[in-house]
């Protein structure tokens, strides 16, 4: 029989601990604990979990958005068809403005919970052309589709969709694709294979339809692509299916999920990656004509129905991928609480501490130590940072308005800022470029200032006063602030607003509501980490923001509150200092990766 | 013969009713009546029913739910008129047999 040697090409290699050297699926001996062991990448698999339930179970709606934003328009539940129009903001469904128009079997094009159009709609003598543009507030009605249709699929944005195939009123399948510019439609190449019941997702220039009933097949696998001009055919899905749902970006990012197979509805999902479909985590209820939204990644199923039954449920669905991980770093030199950090992972800057723990201390840190720098002027705890290692700016804290200047050698002054405050949130790219927001005067506030190099300017407060919360931002026209609270009462906030440059916005709120936590990165990829969900608690919970959504990752292994944040982004994270327990103050540093390993001991 | 899978009934809360740490570790499957399939002698599911607050069924208690909600809606399929039966959309509830 081979050796190991023969067959890896190297020794069985002896190392005390773990082997830091090893490569994917490397044998090695770990002479400490006596153990054979073997590394492999972690990555999560696929899967759907369960999203807020729609007030009112149906099947067959006009659907919309993404899994953090979208909209369920009409569709039909005993007694009838309905008008009742839902919005999904990535937590709850609640009702809106009903559409003009009680309708079934219609279909919906749109980005947003606040954008979309409605056309179409059916069956039989109801077929109808309307269409209907939704604006966050009311429905109105629109240029109507060119011909009478229903079972349409229904893709891209508000203001450039398409509307695909579809059934007339006499039951005939159509081949037409209209397109959709905000105001009328237009004529453009037709499916190769007229159908109805499909599977329409992507955009105006790249799009796919799958799945459907065609004159030949009521349970059809046929897929075709669309590159803005002509459609083609493509591999077929494993599952024919009609009434199913979908979610994609474009027609080589695609899923297809439930609907109905020869026999009962299906959970089958399939995703589809521009050259085949494979088969991955089912729904956890089958059903048809559900409602289907977002992407191939992060795809939303609602509503369907399935035995009789009209339901209200909705899933989530994640793609795997790689596992994050935090991992340890160097130490700060002097452990403190309600620090300030900024820079990335590999150049990052800590400074401020309170009285007792080295309010002035300013350390950086190279990717593996920190060294003691230059003190800040007037020492502080509870201050804001933005910046990078070589360029930064401090700024509030200790209810002060100082502001202070690091030009990578030492601090200076720098004109103040307006209000007074700590506990404050901070974003921005350098010390001419800042945003501080929040904070306490001691009342709560939502004040904004923004610093342009010369001053600090007053803008557009938050919607939610709040304190210690987390904060992310690239410069100081694009922010992010989540979590923190507002007293009396601890009145912990999971509330997320997005700055852009001018004013803020309510984002899809933390999964943990939680104060004195840290954040990183920028407003479309941040991390959120540790903090405090109420008095006499501590965590350790990381949540990643992909610019829609909050995904709990993996927490740090030391939980701790008021502790300092920085990075570039949700990969590339930097956790410093802070409070393990009342009173209990930790140097740790902690390194987050977006991709980790698992090691396995060989056992008999 | 050894059984696969468990049933029990359980409302639907909505998020983090099943989450995605579950759902990556087993297969459910909803049905109408509120009841909800799981592995049988299987850990997560075990978690996930006790986290749920489900009340455990045998898989004949499960079917008989699940057969009363499809009965009682095929009753009132057929109740329908003609023209209402017609309608594509308004199918005739199938039955559904559970697996044990």
């Known amino acids: ?604 | 013969m050894a059984k696969t899978y468990q049933y029990c009934v359980a409302e639907n809360w909505g998020k983090g009713f099943i989450d995605h740490f579950e759902s990556s570790k087993i297969t459910f499957a909803g049905y109408p009546g509120n009841v909800w399939q799981v592995p049988a002698y299987n850990k997560h599911g075990n978690l996930w029913i006790a986290k749920v607050a489900g009340t455990v069924k045998t898989k004949d208690e499960a079917q008989a739910i699940v057969t009363a909600q499809v009965q009682a809606a095929q009753a009132t399929w057929d109740a329908q008129t003609d023209e209402e039966k017609n309608d594509p959309m308004n199918t005739r509830p199938a039955d559904i047999t559970l697996e044990n």
Do not use: H
Not at chain 1, 296 to 301: I, R
Not at chain 1, 535 to 553: A, F
């Open chain 1, 1 to 604: 029989m081979a050796t190991y040697k023969e067959k890896v090409g190297t020794s069985v290699v002896n190392f005390a601990g773990n082997y830091p050297g090893v490569v994917k699926g490397e044998l090695w001996y770990d002479s400490t604990n006596k153990d054979f062991k073997y590394q492999f990448p972690n990555v999560s698999v696929s899967s759907w979990s369960t999203g807020g339930n729609l007030n009112t179970g149906r099947a067959s709606m006009s659907n919309a958005g993404t899994q953090g934003s979208a909209i369920g328009a009409g569709g039909y539940s005993p007694p009838g068809r309905s008008a009742l129009s839902e919005s999904y903001n990535g937590v709850a469904w609640s009702e809106t403005a009903d559409l003009n128009e009680a309708r079934q079997l219609s279909s919906a094009a749109g980005e947003s919970n606040t954008s979309a159009v409605v056309f179409g709609g059916g069956p039989g003598s109801g077929t109808t052309t309307k269409v209907e543009k939704w604006n966050g507030t009311s429905w109105a009605e629109v240029t109507d589709l060119p011909s009478t249709r229903a079972y349409v699929m229904g893709l891209g944005i508000t203001n450039a969709s398409l509307a695909v195939g579809g059934q007339t009123p006499s039951s005939s399948y159509l081949t037409d694709t209209d397109l959709y510019n905000g105001s009328s439609w237009t004529e453009k190449n037709s499916l190769n294979t007229a159908r109805g019941y499909g599977s329409g997702v992507g955009s105006t220039t790249s799009a796919l339809a799958s799945s459907g009933a065609t004159a030949a097949e009521p349970r059809s696998n046929d897929v075709e692509s669309y590159n803005g001009t002509s459609w083609t055919a493509k591999s077929d899905l494993n599952t024919g299916r009609s009434s199913a749902a979908g979610s994609g970006s474009s027609n080589t990012s695609a899923m297809v999920f439930g609907g109905e197979p020869p026999g009962p509805p299906t959970a089958a999902t399939e995703i589809w990656n521009g050259s085949t479909w494979t088969e991955i985590a089912d729904l956890s209820t089958a059903r048809q004509y559900l409602g289907g939204a977002g992407s191939a990644t992060q795809g939303l199923a609602y509503g369907g129905n399935s035995g009789g039954t009209y339901y209200n449920n909705t899933e989530e669905f994640r793609a795997g991928g790689p596992v994050g991980a935090w991992s340890t770093g160097g130490n700060l030199n002097a452990a403190r609480a309600a620090l300030a950090s900024t820079g990335i992972q590999t150049a990052a800057l800590a400074f401020g501490g309170p009285p007792s723990q080295g309010p002035a201390l300013t350390e950086d840190y190279n990717g593996t130590s920190w060294s003691e720098v230059a003190d800040l002027n007037n020492g502080r705890a509870t201050l804001g940072a933005a910046g990078t290692k070589a360029s930064a700016l401090g700024f509030a804290g200790n209810t002060s308005n100082y502001s202070e200047s690091w030009n990578e050698t030492c601090w200076s002054s720098t004109p103040t800022l307006n209000t007074s405050r700590s506990y404050v949130g901070g974003a921005g790219s350098s010390n001419t470029n800042a945003l501080c927001f929040g904070g306490v005067t001691p009342t709560v506030t939502g004040a904004t200032e923004l610093w342009n190099g010369t001053a600090w300017v007053n803008k557009n407060s938050l919607n939610t006063a709040r304190r210690s919360m987390g904060s992310a931002g690239a410069d100081n026209e694009s922010a992010l602030s989540f979590g923190g609270n507002s007293p009396p009462g601890t009145n912990v906030k999971s509330e997320n607003e997005l700055w852009n440059g001018s004013s803020w916005t309510q984002q899809s709120p933390l999964n943990t509501a939680r104060l004195e936590l840290a954040g990183n990165g920028t407003a479309t990829s941040a991390l959120a980490f540790g903090g405090a969900p109420g008095p006499g608690s501590v965590v350790g919970l990381t949540e990643e923001w992909n610019g829609v959504t909050w995904t709990e990752v993996a927490d740090l292994n030391v939980a701790r509150f008021n502790l300092a944040g920085a990075g570039a982004d949700n990969t590339d994270g930097l956790a410093t200092s802070g409070e393990g327990s009342p009173g209990t103050i930790s140097a740790s540093t902690e390194e987050w990766s977006s991709s980790s390993n698992v090691i396995k001991t060989l056992t008999d």
